[in-house]
Nanobody
Framework: QVQLVESGGGLVQPGGSLRLSCRAS????????RTWYRQAPGKESELVAR???????NYADSVKGRFTISRGNAKNTAYLQMNSLKPEDTAVYYC??????????WGQGTQVTVSS
């Protein structure tokens, strides 16, 4: 069973930056999109950023202009560059890869804490 592994989370001061990485443990065929979600304590999960196989991107309004999603040169990878971080960005960030058949692969999540 292919698994996704996120990394790059941690504690950062407001205004700082982090780069999250997502790597699959095996090959995933027919990828439709790569998506980053986040869930803060007591809140529902929200879509942060998505990039399709064709390179189209969309972002949550709250992160536009600060976050950038990208695909790695290696297949089955995804990145989320997060700049100008705010305390309200504190959450567990999850990576998901969706196939054209509608199957979703998920990672275990990585904690991002923005605090002084």
């Amino acid at each position: 069973q292919v698994q996704l592994v996120e990394s790059g989370g941690g504690l950062v001061q407001p205004g700082g930056s982090l780069r999250l990485s997502c790597r699959a443990s095996g090959i995933i065929l027919n990828i439709n999109a790569r998506t980053w979600y986040r869930q803060a304590p007591g809140k529902e999960s929200e879509l942060v950023a998505r990039i399709t196989s064709g390179g189209s991107t969309n972002y949550a309004d709250s992160v536009k202009g600060r976050f950038t999603i990208s695909r790695g040169n290696a297949k089955n990878t995804a990145y989320l560059q997060m700049n100008s971080l705010k305390p309200e960005d504190t959450a567990v960030y999850y990576c998901s890869i969706q196939t054209v058949t509608g199957y979703d692969y998920w990672g275990q999540g990585t904690q991002v804490t923005v605090s002084s």
